[in-house]
């Protein structure tokens, strides 16, 4: 969950595949082109994503950067641009869901000093994700523009280096590193991780603002069960989140923290995990919190540097809720807050007495995105609800 608060609104991995668009197409392959050796790219992270800016046939915008997606446009963008769809595809979202979206190909995406051409992209008018057009400028620039190039996650210095290789990059040999599994478009980045004699592979997303998200069968391992720490595991009920098919389906939800994990060389320490009942696991945004990671697709490595300032870990809230396209409303709940009275479907109408403005589509943008940026659900002391038709206050001891 985002910040705890706001539900995390990231498209799965797509099966597209290279020859698709070969067929599709007669353009030429996709290509880099670098204009300097290393091109620095400025970051910024808002409700747990990375965004950053960027032109696509030569007109710029802001874009979420989700390594666990393929490129991703509005189609009001798309439009714009003049893009000229040439088939469709149909895969699965975040959530299972099938969704279809029309296929193009960006003659060319420039990224500061970086410029990729021929990039094959999708195309989706985001209708069913709630005010999804507060969210996303133009789209997502996503996993197939790593292929060839190594990619420097650096949040202390608020950039991503890119260059030829990880030495151009000045990463030493020395540095802890894993194995970078590409597995063919989009060339999403698949590590390896272990939880006690329990060896499995995760797709880095930077899509997902947490720790570690397990598929929920891997929990029943006996390895994965003793590295859990005792009396951590937390069972509620909601939606997993929304995704490019809208809000997910009620589901069972569950939390648990980890006595270790590892990443190749790398060893984390008290691990809180999601999980989820669609394949796969996934490393998220947590992974920078302590580390510079270098995704280094020349030399099949990622590298892990310790950051300068990690950053402090927060305490998981024990509700969530989203804003939805007419109300802030309560999907997700633990057992905590279930014992303070609070329910699913809600309807939040005021945070520590602050009533949420929703009334015009600016309102509920400024709200949503309030509620994205800048509220930690686990400091909130009063909520103001509505519950057919009553008004319910919820208090929390903080």
């Known amino acids: 969950m985002i910040k705890n608060l706001m539900l995390a609104t990231a498209l799965a991995f797509l099966p597209l595949q290279s020859a698709a668009f070969a067929q599709a197409s007669e353009t030429p392959p996709m290509s880099v082109e670098r204009l300097e050796e290393v091109s620095a ?130 990463v030493d040999a020395d540095t802890p590193s894993a194995e970078l599994f590409d597995f063919g478009y989009p060339h999403a980045p698949v590590l390896p991780y272990t939880i006690g004699k329990f060896s499995d592979r995760a797709l880095f997303d930077t899509g997902n603002a947490g720790n570690l998200v397990l598929f929920k069968p891997i929990t029943d391992d006996r390895a994965v069960k003793q590295a859990t720490v005792r009396k951590s595991v937390e069972r509620g009920k909601g939606s997993e989140g929304v995704s490019g098919g809208g809000l997910g389906q009620l589901t069972d939800l569950m939390r648990l923290q980890l ?99 929703y009334g015009d589509e600016a309102e509920k943008c400024a709200t949503a995105q309030w509620i994205w940026n800048e509220l930690d659900a686990s400091s909130i002391g009063t909520l103001l609800v509505e519950r057919e038709g009553e008004e319910v206050t919820i208090r929390f001891d903080r």
């Open 41 to 170: 790219l400025p970051v910024d992270t808002r409700g747990g994503k990375l965004r950053l800016e960027a032109a696509v046939n030569g007109q710029s915008a802001e874009f979420v950067f989700d390594t666990g997606s393929p490129t991703i446009l509005t189609k009001a963008y798309a439009d714009q641009i003049g893009l000229v769809p040439v088939r469709q595809n149909t895969g699965r979202d975040a959530n299972g869901r099938p969704i279809t979206m029309d296929v193009a190909i960006a003659e060319e995406i420039q990224l500061g000093d970086l410029v990729l051409r021929n990039v094959p992209v999708l195309i989706h008018d985001f209708e069913g994700v709630p005010l999804g057009s507060c969210f996303f400028d133009a789209g997502l620039i996503g996993s197939e523009i790593l292929k060839g190039s190594a990619w420097r996650f650096d949040m202390d210095a608020s950039e991503i280096q890119v260059a030829s290789s990880a030495t151009a990059l000045g």
């Open 259 to 357: 006595k270790s994990m590892t990443v190749g060389d790398v060893s984390f320490q008290s691990v809180g995990a999601q999980i989820r009942h669609a394949p796969p696991s996934l490393l998220g945004m947590g992974l920078l919190s302590n580390h510079v990671v270098t995704l280094d697709y020349p030399g099949g490595k990622v590298w892990f540097e310790r950051r300068e300032t990690p950053k402090t870990a927060t305490t998981p809230a024990s509700f969530g809720f989203t804003a939805l396209d007419e109300r802030v409303e309560v999907t997700q709940i633990y057992p905590e807050a279930l014992a303070r009275g609070l329910k699913l479907g809600d309807r939040v109408l005021a945070v520590d007495g602050d009533e949420l403005a």
